[in-house]
């Protein structure tokens, strides 16, 4: 009997067990049964309490009997999912619906902003519209202003104009001083204490050079006006021009004394200051260092440009090899120029200058054939060195200076020439705007070889030059006349008499960068002729340059040149044309 129960007790709890496994796991936290439903778990858990009864100790409680319906379990089931599915598809719908609700919105809103930011450019150009009307309106007003302020002024500068005024006022305008000084001055003579015809008066006399007259002026305008700075300013300034160095400097320092003053005014008083302090100083030293190199295309003819030896040749030639065989070479040039001058007495009046240069021409060595042998390059190097000591004086208007000079040459090693003579040159302005100049030279060339001292000679010079400065671009033309002859001790084809004639332009394109362009033409009779001569020698020489210096630091140049000469004679062996370009540093000590 005990094994009945239990066999059967197995089957029922695995019965119960396998309808309880199928019941909801996850029942839905809202679901209610209906009446029905109620009864039927009723009836299930009296079935759970009266197995509890009649099998007691095998549980616990009723409920951990586990007995259930599998046909009420899985309707019950089934209702669930159903009202699990209808639910998730509402959940769905209404989240859809929310989607769509919040799409809506995004789209209502981004529309609104849309709408907000159009309504804000509008607003934007509608004021930007308006803004450029009242700037249009404004400009219309500024120019119908000025251009009733232009009227009126023309007007005024009309009846200016035409009264004594007005006439010496343009005329100061135009820098025409002198006639501005002579205008102003009818004025003064009517209006003596008047402070603004002293002040043009004294301006006028400034530029026409007038310096004491400037500074009677604007003695007269500080009189009456004892603040005018610019009265002071000028009046220091003609001072300067004066020589009057202590009372330029009072002056001057006390206009610095001004507070507010602008910047380029400070500057200007300060470069006049420091040229009355330079004035104090009895020695001044100056040197000038170079280093350059060149290529030359042809250095059987030995005429060259802008080197210091140029002028000391003999009939356009240093005594080495000639003739129109072409041979090149690149060459390194070095030059050393110390200077030294001594003030007798205020700046300009009386002066020593006292200079000493060296420079050298190295070629590279190169191997060539003369004509006669096979001969190097360095046959041609050269060194010459100068020492010169002059006494001149300087003005305002006037430079004029006299020095004697020793130069020596040497190629190869040895000395070839030395040259002694005495220079004098004398350089004032024209005008505003065109200076002139005149250069006197004599020399007497010896040969250190006593085998060649038929050919020593005496040489003369006339040179003649003028410059203007072009309008405001600090462009300056050059133009030079130069005649000189030369007598050879001894007749040997090598009298001659030269005339050159020499222009150029210099062009600033900045305050650093500056290009130079030349063109000189050089004619050379010969006075005597051998008897086997047909024709006695004469050459003729064009020479096209063009040149460039940068200013590195205001005391570093960087040069560049290009030569091109041509030299036509009446003798075939004198006929040639030479190439040379070449670059230098210079340094300023």
Request: hydrophobic content about 35%; overall charge negative.
């Amino acid at each position: 009997m005990n094994a009945s129960r239990s066999l059967f007790l197995v089957g029922f709890i695995a019965f119960s067990s396998i309808f309880a496994s199928e019941a909801i796991s996850d029942p839905i936290s809202d679901f209610s049964l209906n009446e029905e439903e109620k009864k039927e778990l009723q009836r299930i858990e009296k079935i759970k309490k009266e197995f509890f009864k009649k099998y007691p100790g095998w549980f616990d409680s009723y409920e951990d009997v586990p007995f259930s319906d599998y046909r009420f379990e899985k309707k019950l089931e089934q209702r669930k999912l159903k009202q699990k599915q209808e639910l998730e598809k509402k959940a769905q719908e209404e989240e859809q619906k929310r989607l769509i609700e919040e799409e809506n919105r995004r789209i209502k809103k981004a529309e609104e902003e849309r709408l907000r930011i159009e309504e804000d450019k509008k607003k934007s150009l509608e004021e930007q519209k308006r803004l450029e009307d009242e700037r249009r309106k404004a400009e219309e007003e500024r120019i119908r202003k000025a251009e009733e302020e232009r009227i009126k002024k023309a007007e005024a500068l009309k009846k200016l104009l035409d009264t004594p005024l007005g006439r010496a006022m343009q005329l100061y305008k135009d820098e025409k001083f002198k006639e501005a000084y002579d205008a102003f001055y009818a004025l003064f003579e009517k209006d003596i204490e008047n402070p603004r015809i002293n002040f043009y008066l004294g301006l006028s006399a400034s530029g026409a050079g007038a310096y004491e007259d400037a500074v009677s002026a604007f003695e007269r305008v500080l009189i009456k006006e004892p603040t005018h700075l610019r009265a002071r300013l000028e009046m220091a300034k003609a001072q300067f021009f004066l020589k009057n160095f202590d009372d330029a400097e009072k002056q001057f320092l006390n206009v610095l004394a001004t507070k507010d003053l602008p910047e380029s005014v400070v500057a200007n008083i300060e470069k006049f200051l420091d040229a009355i302090e330079a004035t104090r100083k009895r020695n001044h030293f100056q040197s000038i260092a170079m280093l350059g190199i060149k290529f030359d295309d042809n250095i059987n003819n030995e005429v060259g440009e802008n080197t210091p030896i140029k002028d000391l040749v003999v009939g356009g030639q240093i005594i080495t090899d000639s003739g129109n065989e072409k041979v090149s070479d690149f060459i390194h040039e070095e030059m050393v120029n110390l200077n030294h001058i001594y003030d007798f007495g205020k700046l300009g009046d009386y002066y020593m200058q006292n200079s000493f240069m060296v420079f050298a021409q190295n070629y590279s060595g190169k191997s060539y054939d003369s004509g006669v042998a096979t001969a190097t390059t360095d046959d041609k190097n050269l060194l010459f060195y100068s020492i010169s000591t002059g006494l001149g004086t300087n003005t305002k208007t006037v430079t004029f200076l006299t020095k004697i000079h020793y130069d020596s040459i040497s190629i190869a090693g040895s000395e070839l020439m030395s040259v002694g003579g005495v220079e004098m040159s004398y350089a004032r302005p024209f005008n505003e705007s065109i200076a002139w100049d005149m250069k006197l030279k004599y020399q007497q060339k010896d040969f250190v070889d006593k085998s060649n001292d038929g050919m020593d000679s005496t040489y003369t010079e006339i040179n003649l030059g003028a410059k203007k400065n072009i309008a405001e671009s600090k462009d300056i033309f050059s133009f030079g006349f130069m005649v000189s002859q030369e007598r050879v001790n001894i007749a040997a084809n090598t009298d001659n008499d030269t005339k050159n004639i020499r222009v150029s332009y210099m062009k600033n394109f900045d305050e650093k960068l500056s290009s130079t362009f030349g063109y000189g033409y050089k004619m050379v009779d010969y006075l005597e002729k051998s008897a086997s001569d047909v024709n006695v020698r004469a050459d003729t020489q064009h020479n096209l340059s063009i040149g460039a210096m940068y200013k590195y630091t205001p005391k570093t140049m960087i040069n560049g040149a290009l030569n091109y000469f041509k030299n036509d004679s009446t003798r075939d062996a004198f006929c040639y044309d030479k190439a040379q370009v070449g670059a230098n540093v210079m340094f300023v000590f």
